[in-house]
């Protein structure tokens, strides 16, 4: 069952939504624009929609146009102002000399201004508003500087933070200024989540957006004033008389239309009410405590919609709990649905004046008023097992159990590799190339596993090298032993090579500086396995490393996980890779019966997750990043593998490493188990592509 908690974004669409938008295509799918019967009552549908968000929104005498959605609505908005403005300005009328917006807007607000701003040649200065640490406008500024503006841009509730925006205090700040600037609202957070009486307000304009609130995407609203200028975005057939034209959206229509008269039921057979919402927050706001430590929230609860939880993590990235979160069939997000596929800090958040790993990290949690209590329920059960996962991996900020360390173990941060390189049976490691940064995590990884740190080494005689080694030793000063002497590249100058185990790590120093570290089976003599060196320099080494020994780079930017001399020379021809859909699956171990399926999600995702359930089929768990330690055996063996991950980017990046090293038959699943279907058909015959 998948907890759908990211409803800031997008959400489900109402069941009785669904039923009137199918019976709008199937029955009453007349053209509201013909005069037969079929079509007055298409025509009388939307009418009768409308009339319905006009008594929700108080709109007075103003108009309420259906639209495509928020963003046409904001362009709507943007474009009329300013085209009025424009001309004002030709009749020789004064308009100011900007334009206003606040600073944790929607991007489609700053990105309309500048669009238009450019297009109708007003070439005004586009100002942020500023907000405070809570989110909330800076009313002294826009009391200062409406006066100059000929449009001041604001937005109900924030989408990313949940903030609701002080609507009354702008509006005061508004008139006692004497500003005429026409004024925007952003409604859509606020739509079924706050009453909005629009009539007895200076509001302009107003859109909102259907799919926020359990209508379908490709419909929605916008609100204009009576007696505020307007500009048709679309002209054309005359339809929304003549102030929108284009057919309309019956099924969205309808759709809304269905949602519209849910929120309109007193009785709240559909939607909770204010006090359930918080009620819930509440619940999800103590389960997310328990689960993470030290965890703040962006934004305070009490000045939020009851359905928005913004938050971070001391020492856990945005991208890393968004990852654990969906591992447990939980949705969240990392901001604004718009830009969260971008490795960005909160811009939302960045405004507000917040620390940068509260921007770099934030998770929005946000459900609907659609929601119930076994819901709720089972969604502080899942964000509480994401606690346990990550104290059971030593991720946790505090109360993490001991942890087993063997083999080799690769930390990344900005394509630099850092590695540790541990043995269980004499209970000791080393690294390699730490950077500062990583200092906290590595730290809280060594403390889990209590090994002594024998070295602390460089590959590079890199600055930042030293400087982690310094901040270990102060941080585990019982793990480091700080009284061995090294030289500029860690290496303990009474050393000729450091025992790990059964393994023997040595170094040779290469010219112009740095050094290759080697790893190797046994004592002198033994053929190295595994070289921490850069890639251009593995030839230098000549007969200390082979042909096929494995690199270990200290840089990784194209994420190739590994190399050898082979490779390097260009004297190794890379296989090709193989890709399958979730739909082969089956066909796949089929046409395979001695294939390996490889999990190579980290292990605080294994955790939480399922597997591809398929009889008789191999699984092994080989997280990204202990992939070296496998390797060398794949390679060996040249069975058929199989590797998957939640998205299919992991799995394609481990399909590849194995395919440019020689391995002839590594597959990744596309995809990943995102798009695997919840139950795979087994074929009657197996599709020929899939037997090479």
Known sequence: MEIYLDANATTPVLPQA????????????????????????????????????????????????????????????????????????????????????????????????????????????????????????????????????????????????????????????LNASGSSAFWMVDGVQALGK???????????????????????????????????????????????GALRSGTENMSGIAALGAVLEALEDKEGKTFRSHAEMSGFRTRLAAALEQAFPGLVYNAPLVQSLPTTLNFSVPGLSSRLLQDLFDAADVRVSGGSACSAAKAAPSFVLQAMGLPDWQAAGAVRLSIGPAVDEAFITEACARIEACGESLRRNCMSPSDNLPTVGQGVS???????????????????????????????????????????????????????????????????????????????????????????????????????????????EGGQGQACCLAFVAPQHAQALGEQIGAQTLIAPPSDEAQLLASNVALERGEAVAAPLLQLSGTQLQQFVDAHPDALLIDVREPYEQFLSQTPELAGVALQAMPLSRFLNAIPGWLAEQRPLLFFCRSGNRSRQAAQALARLGHSQAWTLSGGLALLPDAPVRAAAADPALLV
């Open 410 to 520: 690769r930390f990344m941060l900005e394509g630099a590799c850092c590695y540790v390189l541990a043995d269980a049976a004499v209970q000791r490691c080393v690294l390699i190339d730490p950077q500062p940064e990583q200092v906290s995590r590595l730290a809280q990884v060594l403390r889990c596993q209590n090994y002594p740190v024998t070295a602390v080494l460089s590959s590079d005689g890199a600055a930042a090298h030293g400087e982690a080694r310094a901040l270990l030793a102060a941080e585990l000063p019982d793990l480091l032993a700080a009284s061995a002497e090294v030289d500029a590249l860690g290496w303990p100058l009474t050393q000729t090579e450091l025992e790990l185990g059964a393994k023997r790590l040595r170094r040779q120093l290469l010219e112009g500086g740095g050094q290759a570290l080697l790893l190797s």
């Open 18 to 173: 669904k039923a009137a938008a199918i019976q709008a295509m199937v029955e009453d799918y007349g053209n509201p624009s013909s005069i037969h019967s079929t079509g007055l009552k298409a025509r009388a549908l939307i009418d009768g929609v409308r009339a319905r968000a006009q008594r929700l929104l108080d709109t007075g005498a103003g108009q309420l146009l259906f639209v495509s959605g928020a963003t046409e609505g904001i362009q709507t908005a943007v474009l009329s102002a300013l085209h009025a403005l424009r001309a004002r300005r030709e009749a020789g009328q004064a308009i100011g000399s900007q334009l206003l917006y606040g600073a944790t807007e929607h991007k489609a607000v700053p990105e309309a201004l500048k669009h238009w701003n450019a297009v109708l040649g007003l070439n005004l200065a586009i100002r942020a508003i500023p907000v405070d640490t809570q989110g909330r406008h800076d009313l002294e500024f826009l009391q200062r500087e409406a006066p100059e503006a000929g449009l001041v841009c604001t937005m109900a509730a924030n989408n990313e933070t949940g903030v609701i925006s002080d609507l009354t205090g702008i509006e005061a700040a």
């Open 194 to 240: 706050l009453v909005l009486r629009l009539s007895q307000s200076r509001i302009d304009y107003a859109p909102f957006s259907g799919h926020k609130l359990y209508a379908p995407k490709g419909i929605g609203l916008l609100y204009v004033r009576a007696g505020a200028p307007f500009t048709p975005l679309m002209a054309g057939g005359g339809q929304e």
